[in-house]
């Protein structure tokens, strides 16, 4: 079992899971924050952590999100390992509970 991170995360970004992932499992992309799924020890303390609840048990993804648990796997591949927490872009506030946000999900670091 694993944690994933869904959809609420992406331009929020919030990176309070991260200080707490015992396994450091937690992979970081331009607006957005995966879950590296052989890494996870399903231990759950990242969860509560989530200043926006965008991370769920795998068997708890919302309905229309389970395509997330494929992008975390994917993504934790390509991005770099965070283990610090950083602050949340300046306007991650305004961004927490906003619907749709796949579209604005950046996959690449700007050059």
């Known amino acids: 079992m694993t944690f994933v991170v869904t959809e609420n995360c992406i331009k929020c970004k919030y990176t309070d ?3 707490v992932c015992p396994v450091d499992c937690f992979y970081e992309g331009p607006n ?5 799924p052989d890494e ?3 231990c759950a303390l990242c969860e509560p952590e989530c200043p926006a609840e ?3 048990e795998e068997d708890d993804v919302p309905s229309g999100m389970e395509h997330y648990t494929e992008l975390n796997a ?3 591949e390509e991005w770099p390992n965070i283990t610090d927490q950083k602050d949340p872009p300046a306007d991650a506030e305004s961004w927490d509970g906003v619907k749709d ?3 604005h999900l950046e996959r690449k ?3």
């Open 109 to 111: 670091f700007k050059q």
């Open 40 to 42: 996870c020890i399903d």
């Open 101 to 103: 946000k796949f579209q």
């Open 17 to 19: 899971c991260v200080e």
């Open 74 to 76: 994917e993504l934790a």
């Open 54 to 56: 965008a991370i769920f």
């Open 32 to 36: 957005f924050l995966v879950i590296h």
